[in-house]
């Protein structure tokens, strides 16, 4: 009421433009950002590199070196699938893979197909075998390394444990260290998530996918908002509709609206026999021909926690410490989700480590 008095109703005026474009464009919701201020090349995922391999279900990317030297053991990033790829390569000085090749890592990145229909029947073995599986080998092939590293974000960090484990039952040796960021192993107590991922819900999100071959983007985008629709919903329904406001130019939230699909068969066993069994905790996944445990993965673990995060709990995803076979290092940090890894150090952000595990 204060603002609308003191623009003499501009706000008004404004706040119903806002919701007309949100009402034709965003489906009635607010919108969180101003996309138009981020273009990716331009100023999203800037970091120079190439596509250097590519099959049915990922591009990989090779990042070119900033540095004199490199050491001598690659790094693989594995995003996961729910968003696009560059959420590892925000803006410049907001990076990960751009803080990583400029301490001389030769950095590669997994960037998935966006699905359509005709995936519907991709599974979560063929994302194992077909996603990082091959990255290594295909990084193997390029490097000559016969060791890698690999950081995995949520559930491109739970697809990574799963390929720890993979390899360590096939005997394979490759993997050096593993970095977990914001991943959940132990899917017992899933925080708030837990109330969309009952055995209702999923038979009802499996009946909408078995329609299109796949579950929509905006539809998981939407139900991260409402885990925290004060932040994510309410609060620009008054800054945008009600004062009248623009939505910010911000990297994250720019990335975070640029969704995708999952594929219906692989998004049903995800949900199934994690989120309703948690049956990777437990050691009794079957997967691509073998059964995993974390237990017999015995490299060197980094994972990170964020305090604020609803999506994966840092009491959840602290349960990794007691699942993985070898050495564990857990560090909690200040943000979010998503804000807790795109975390550089500046006066709002800080860190807990306890003794290495």
């Not at 100023?43 to 490199?70: D, R, S, W």
């Not at 994250?252 to 049903?268: E, F, G, K, Y």
Request: hydrophobic share 40%.
């Amino acid at each position: 009421l204060k603002r609308a008095f003191d623009t003499g109703g501009g706000s008004l005026l404004a706040g119903a433009r806002n919701f007309l474009d949100d009402l034709a464009h965003n489906k009635g919701r607010p919108s969180q950002v101003d996309r138009s201020a981020f273009t990716v090349g331009e100023n999203l995922a800037v970091t120079p590199g190439k596509v250097v391999f590519a099959n049915h279900l990922m591009e990989l990317i090779q990042y070119c070196p900033q540095t004199g030297t490199v050491h001598a053991i690659p790094l693989l990033a594995s995003p996961p699938w729910i968003n696009k790829y560059y959420i590892m390569d925000l803006s410049p000085g907001r990076s990960f893979i751009e803080w990583a090749v400029q301490h001389g890592h030769t950095v590669f990145a997994i960037s998935y197909r966006n699905p359509d229909a005709g995936m519907r029947d991709v599974t979560l073995a063929d994302y194992l075998i077909g996603g990082p599986k091959t990255a290594l080998d295909v990084i193997s092939d390029i490097t000559g390394a016969d060791k890698i590293n690999i950081a995995g974000l949520c559930l491109g960090g739970a697809l990574t444990a799963m390929l720890a484990a993979y390899l360590a039952r096939t005997g394979d040796r490759r993997i050096n260290s593993v970095t977990l960021l914001n991943t959940m192993l132990d899917y017992s107590e899933p925080g708030v998530l837990g109330a969309f991922t009952d055995e209702a819900t999923v038979a009802k999100l499996e009946r909408q996918m078995r329609k299109r071959g796949y579950l929509d983007g905006a539809q998981m985008s939407g139900t991260f908002d409402l885990l925290r629709a004060n932040d994510l919903i309410f609060s620009y329904v008054a800054s945008n509709w009600l004062m009248g406001q623009r939505p910010p130019a911000f990297d994250i939230l720019a990335w975070n609206s640029d969704s995708t699909r999952m594929p219906a068969a692989m998004h049903s066993f995800y949900l199934r026999s994690l989120y309703l069994r948690n049956e990777l905790a437990m050691g009794d996944l079957d997967l691509a021909g073998q059964r995993l445990s974390l237990g017999d993965i015995r490299a060197d673990s980094y994972v990170v926690g964020a305090v604020n995060d609803h999506i994966v709990p840092w009491q959840a995803s602290y349960q990794a410490t007691r699942l993985l076979g070898g050495p564990v290092r857990y560090v909690l940090t200040s943000g979010g989700h998503v804000a807790g890894i795109v975390n550089p150090p500046g006066p709002k952000a800080w860190y807990l480590t306890g003794p290495d595990g």
